[in-house]
């Protein structure tokens, strides 16, 4: 039997950087002989939805994390064993069959709390100070209930066994259940879906899976899964659950994190200035859960929708933490890097490189050889931004300028649609010029990035006040004249390249007796606003003539 193994999301948002490791791990253990299936879980219908589901597809194909089978989409997908659909609310028949199967075999009954009994209930058990564990009540009558559900709204619960349950877990060894854990869920909801935990357990049987690789947060689930399957007569898959990851400082990541920054951010703004207040309301109406922009700063743990919190990002001036692929996407990463770096959350190939260290940095054809469950780790993974960035700067060094272009345009094409304009000559010689300063794909139209000073209009970019200071102000005879004579030499030049640039500064440095230093600060302050730019000759190729004679008298008339 080949090795089958499923990424199966919930379409309710974004794809998490944790929940493509998942994806990127089962994608390697199929490899190109086993079978990597996708299936969409939209069995919570108040949460799912459409754009959810193709936005995580398209993040999949974007990271180049391909399924065999699974719903159909460009380069991917297919129904070759008619095993699906691949989306849960289209096989609820499916579901249908199996919970009926349960009743008929009395391993599964109606039960009919409402949600304010069973809250009523759990609040007893906490004030008894035990867990709250629903169990079918000992005088259960089952020919009664069955007989109510004909007519009553209700739920299916699952007669969960009353003795421990062990689970073997590739990466975490035997584990045992206790009673604690167990209590008769359910399995079918009010509203006539199937739960999570039925439905994936009849899907994972319908569609052979083998290997079950997903997240520790579902580790506490898979008691229930086993039970269910010993129920239904399945064979139970492989399962390995991979470790949480972590930010730096320990905590989990989570998109909780950029509510986190965001409110750290909206607190500091009020602080200094709270007149702000009415700005931050109207992009967080009253409305929004938890009751507007006063609820959210209030309660820790709420959540915005993405939009919102973009928005205030976006007033702030904010770079939100990077959680979900779409953020780091915006953020300029390759989707070749993305993929090597989350590989190593939580595995790592034992190799030795060159130099004799740790190998870190292969290809997903590398990773897809190498990878096994056994050198997958126990413990939680951090996630370091600053490896992923260093990783994503050695292969944009390493990329030849034809590709790194590409790459920009890839990229501008979903955010920064009139950067990319741009005429396509001058663009490629300036991707050329700032590739080797680029630490994203982001940075190369970056308005304070390092090539931001061609981006931004000549009468845009601030003046370093420092930098005018030491570099114009200073000295007798002062840098403006020197500015001056530049400004005049340049005016005359034909030829408008860096290296006949360069070697007429280097020449009116020589007649006016100074360093080159002394000529080209002045101008590069003049010219982009600071002491620091990529060479003086690439700067001013970049810029044009034009543009650098009416910086040139923008500085003088403005600074001097
Ligand atoms: N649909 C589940 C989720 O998005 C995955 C469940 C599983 O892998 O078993 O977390």
Sequence with gaps: MPVTTRFAPSPTGHLHIGGARTALYNWALARDDGRFLLRVEDTDAARSSEEAAAG????????????????VAEGAGGDPREIGPFRQAERLSLYRKAVDRLIAEGRAYPAFETPEELDALRRQAREEKRNFRYRCAADFDRDAALARAASEPHVVRFRMPETPLRVVDEILGEIEFGEEHLDDFVIWKRDGFPTYHLAVVVDDEAMGITHVLRG???????????????????????????????????????????????????????????????????????ATAPKGLDGWLKDKRSQLPTDLLDGLALDLGLALPCIEVEDFRRAGFLPDV?????????????????????????????????????????????????????FNQQTIAEQDDADFLAAWRDWASRYAVADAARDSDWLTRFAAMIRSRCRTLADVSRRDGPGGFAWVDDDAYAFDAKAVEKWLRKGEPDGFTRLEAA??????????????????????????????????????????????????????????????????????????
């Design 56 to 71: 995580i597809l398209e993040d999949l194909l974007w990271l180049g994390i391909v399924w065999s089978e699974g719903p």
């Design 338 to 390: 993305l993929c090597n770096y989350l590989a190593l959350l939580g595995w790592s190939p034992g190799e030795k490189d060159d130099e004799g260290k740790d190998l870190e940095r292969f290809d997903r054809a590398f990773l897809q050889a190498r990878f096994a469950l056994d050198r997958v780790g126990v413990s939680n993974a951090r996630f370091d931004m600053d490896k992923l960035l260093a």
């Design 216 to 286: 520790q947060e579902h580790l506490n689930n898979t008691p229930r899964h086993a039970a269910l399957q010993e129920a239904l007569g399945y064979r139970a898959p492989v399962y390995a659950h991979l470790p949480v990851i972590f930010n730096a400082d320990g905590s989990k990541m989570s998109k909780r994190d950029k509510d986190k920054a965001a409110r750290a951010a909206v607190r500091q703004a009020l602080k200094e200035d709270s007149a702000r207040k009415a700005d931050f309301e109207a992009l967080v109406p009253e």
């Design 487 to 560: 400004g005049a030499a340049l005016a005359t030049l034909e030829d408008w390249a860096s290296e006949a640039i360069e070697a007429r500064m280097e020449t009116l440095a020589e007649e006016l007796g100074v360093g080159l230093g002394k000529l080209a600060q002045p101008l590069r302050v003049a010219v982009t606003g600071s002491a620091s730019s990529p060479p003086l000759g690439d700067t001013l190729a970049a810029l044009g003539p034009e543009a650098v004679a009416r910086r040139i008298a923008r500085c003088l008339a403005e600074c001097r």
